[in-house]
């Protein structure tokens, strides 16, 4: 009868509507909560990464790691068979060598012939000069030999016309039709006119011989002259030789640290603390530049990548302090702080056509929200338990 009492109803009333309050400001609180300090299990762990593969090629003679190993910064990866880098190292050494050889022996050459060279520039000018004088000695000898032969005819015709004159007088003195005076004297005119002949012949022999000697001299002075001039086309065509030499440096060199950097690459150490995956290959596999053979897991930097719906990103900014949990052992927590909130996802409503959006003519009531992938750098992670791509589950404090 007491629930017909008016007095218990409205005392149920009451305490139902306190209830009703209490589970309202619960609610409220709890989504105040949520909107404040938003949470998602949609995230995974993850770290950087990088792929080994051989800058050289060659055979895997050394593979110092094992699939899942951890290893320390600095210890041996693995090492390629390095004898023809070797060799190709020493060639390049021996052709720089060589070079080098070569442009000190151009050096030496050019100092040989500074001398010389020095010395025909110097007396080019002169021997210029002489050459010149010896052309114009030519010339003047050459002109006593017109003197000379005009001479030499004259005397000629002399002594052909005292010997024509005597050969008429001398029947005439049988005769007497001449005296003896006369044929004396035309007698002593034909040796006189002779022996001028004679001399005319001989300064004309000394004139051509004077002539040839002036010409030899001419030739000797323009041998001088062209030889000077060599001497001084041999010192500038060294001096090109040296500066192509010269340039062949900085080529030769650049082959030297290519080899030595070719040999440095036969022999891979890890750059950073980490772990070993995917590691297929034995000792003795070929080794192709490019083509990865394992990759690193680079241990010094951890971090989480949360999807949060697109609602809860105005709690989150740069720098705030997250909760981490991972699934293997989710009752301990990690430190972390947001990095960076992404800025675009792929849109699933939106395609393109003919380069045109094509966009469905639909409306859905019930709008579903994004979700934006942000980056939080774990402060105290433990290596032994965490793993790229495991589930985590984070909550922004």
């Known amino acids: ?58 055979r895997l003679v050394t593979l110092a790691v094992k699939d899942n190993a951890f290893v320390h910064k600095g210890d041996l990866l693995f090492a390629i068979d390095s004898r023809q880098y070797e060799y190709a190292l020493q060639q390049a050494l021996a ?10 022996d151009a050096q030496r050459r050019i100092a040989a012939e500074n001398s010389a060279v020095a010395a025909a520039r110097a007396g080019l000018s002169g021997t210029k000069t002489q050459t010149k004088v010896s052309e114009s000695s030519v010339e003047a000898a050459l002109a006593a030999v017109e003197r000379a032969n005009a001479a030499m005819q004259a005397a000629e015709a002399q002594k052909d016309l005292a010997a024509s004159n005597l050969r008429r007088i001398e029947p005439l003195l049988a005769k007497q039709y001449v005296t003896p005076e006369q044929v004396d004297e035309s007698r002593t005119k034909a040796r006189i006119t002779e022996r001028s002949y004679e001399e005319a012949v001989s300064a004309l022999q000394q004139a051509q011989a004077a002539a040839s000697q002036a010409r030899f001299a001419h030739e000797e002075s323009n041998i001088s002259v062209t030889a000077s001039e060599a001497r001084l086309e041999q010192s500038v065509h060294a001096v090109e030789i ?12 650049a082959k030297v640290l290519d080899a030595r950097l070719n040999l440095e690459r036969c022999t891979v150490k890890a750059p950073f603390d980490g772990y070993v995956t995917n590691l297929n290959i034995s000792e003795g596999e070929y080794a192709k530049p490019g083509a990865p053979i394992f990759a690193l897991i680079d241990n010094r930097t951890w971090y989480v990548v949360s999807n949060y719906r697109e609602s809860e990103l105005k709690s989150i900014c740069p720098g705030k302090h997250v909760d981490v949990y991972v699934m293997s052992q989710p009752g301990k927590r990690f430190d972390g702080v947001v990095e960076s909130l992404g800025f675009g996802v792929a849109p699933d409503d939106t395609r393109l056509s003919n380069g045109l959006p094509d966009i469905e003519h639909t409306l859905n009531w019930v709008h579903i929200a994004a979700r934006f992938p942000v980056r939080i750098r774990v402060q105290n992670p433990d290596p032994t338990l965490f793993r790229v791509g495991e589930t985590a589950t984070t909550i922004v404090r």
Do not use: C
């Open 242 to 253: 040296l500066d192509t030499l010269l340039a062949q440096r900085p080529a030769k060199a």
């Open 95 to 104: 052709d720089q060598s060589l070079l080098e050889a070569q442009i000190v």
């Open 1 to 58: 009868m007491n629930g017909d009492n008016p007095r218990v109803k409205s005392k149920y009333i009451r305490a139902s509507w306190v209830v009703l309050a209490l589970a309202a400001v619960t609610v409220a609180g709890v989504l105040l909560h949520l909107d404040r300090h938003p949470r998602t299990d949609d995230a995974s762990v993850r770290a950087n990464y990088i792929q080994f593969a051989p800058e050289v090629s060659g």
